[in-house]
């Protein structure tokens, strides 16, 4: 159980480490991609409207900043446009276009990567696709109207692509590789962890096994004592009140072996049918429900086949049955059986007193009582429902209790065959 907990335990810490660091990688590339592409807008609607038709070739010499109404640079603080590093350093290209579609200037830059006729193409390409602006490879552009021509200017982003591509992949390497050493870290210290508490958990499993072992012997030769001692005696109070008590021991005894095979026996497994023995059990309880004034409602499926133990699974289905009629304060006990996929789905539903959630969590510890002023009554002392839990286990499944609108819920999940 606890190997199965620290391996749940381990998993669940890593899946959120893992979508941690995918979503703040992700926030922190999508924000530095779009600070770099807003910068980069910004600088080529600055160099489209500083562009001036009369010259000839390159980037002219910028005209005075206008009045700044319309200007989408920086600040009064800071430095022009045309004088800050960043636009200096980029690589900017245009074509300019008359109303007939004429071509009246190309800049295809210094170092000439894009030639003449490809820039003119693309840029009728994209005037035919009718957007002001946007990107076209490792290019963004920009369509400009003025006065004189139809401006299409681009800036290569080209370095810039490739820097974040290769910050984006060493980001990812080094990343994975820390996510893959955190988890043996994880994995080494989890085991330190949890090792005393699988230690505490055997040895409270073998105390209740040896206990209840050493116990059977002096229970069955009081009992007997008790016996005889009655049939010399008579009827005699103190001598009643032994063999009670007797009794009461001796039940206990039963259940702690009882949960104790469910824990540590391996108990032969054999191919059977599920629907019967949950069948089985119902017609065993509606006798007793009888007596008590309730009624066993069933909905069981035909044909659930499972591999399992007829004897483990008929006690499971008896203890939540049990543990119905004594808790219902309604008058009817609801049961059924369904095959969802590869997994057979128990439910046992009574109607019941709120339980809160602090309480519903504990439900399925060793001796745990709702009621502690009742925890001598009959001969019922809180093991039922960890038997169950251990049984459900044992045969690679889980139990879970919700309540809800005054109804308590009992749910057994059993992997079934295909």
């Not at 109207?145 to 820097?163: E, H, M």
């Not at 002392?381 to 889980?398: D, E, N, P, T, W």
């Amino acid at each position: 159980m606890f190997n199965r907990s620290r391996r749940k335990i381990i998993l669940s810490i890593m899946l959120s480490l893992i979508l941690l660091f995918v979503a703040t990688i992700s926030v922190i590339m999508a924000a530095s991609f779009r600070e770099i592409r807003q910068r980069n807008a910004e600088m080529l609607a600055r160099y489209a409207q500083l562009y001036d038709l009369r010259r000839e070739q390159g980037v002219p010499e910028l005209p005075p900043m206008p009045d700044g109404k319309n200007d989408p640079g920086p600040g009064p603080a800071d430095p022009p446009w045309d004088e800050r590093p960043d636009f200096q350093l980029s690589t900017f290209y245009s074509v300019a276009l008359a109303e007939d579609g004429s071509v009246l200037a190309v800049d295809n830059g210094e170092k000439a990567i894009y030639e003449e006729e490809e820039l003119i193409r693309i840029a009728r390409q994209l005037l035919s696709g009718g957007r002001p602006s946007g990107r076209s490879g490792n290019l963004s552009y920009i369509v400009s109207r003025k006065s004189d021509c139809t401006l299409v200017a681009f800036l290569d982003d080209t370095v810039t692509q490739s820097s974040m591509s290769l910050l984006l992949h060493n980001v990812l390497l080094v990343g994975g590789a820390a996510i893959v050493v955190l988890f043996f870290l994880s994995l080494h210290l989890s085991k330190r962890i949890i090792r005393p508490l699988e230690e505490n958990d055997r040895s409270q499993k073998r105390f209740v096994s040896d206990a209840s072992h050493e116990l059977k012997t002096p229970v069955a030769v009081i009992g007997a004592n008790a016996e005889l001692l009655s049939r010399e005696l008579g009827e005699n109070e103190w001598l009643a009140n032994i063999r009670y008590e007797n009794e009461r021991m001796g039940e206990l005894v039963r259940q702690l072996l009882e949960l104790s095979r469910a824990e540590n026996t391996e108990t032969p497994m054999e191919e059977l049918d599920l629907s019967r023995v949950v069948t089985g059990e119902v017609l065993a309880f509606e006798s007793l429900a009888f007596e008590r004034g309730k009624t066993i409602e069933s909905e069981i499926e035909d044909g659930i086949h499972m591999t399992g133990s007829r004897s483990q699974l008929a006690q499971l289905v008896s203890v939540l049955l049990d543990n119905a009629l004594r808790h219902s304060s309604g008058g009817e006990i609801g049961i059924t059986l369904r095959r969802q996929a590869h997994t057979a789905v128990l439910s046992v539903v009574n109607a019941g007193d709120e339980i809160p959630p602090d309480k519903l969590e504990h439900l399925f510890d060793r001796f745990y009582r709702l009621d502690e002023a009742r925890s001598g009554e009959g001969e019922h002392y809180g093991l039922g429902l960890s038997i169950a839990k251990a049984v459900a286990q044992k045969h690679g499944g889980s139990i879970a209790a919700s309540c809800a609108d005054g109804k308590v819920r009992f749910t057994v999940s059993l992997p079934v065959k295909k």
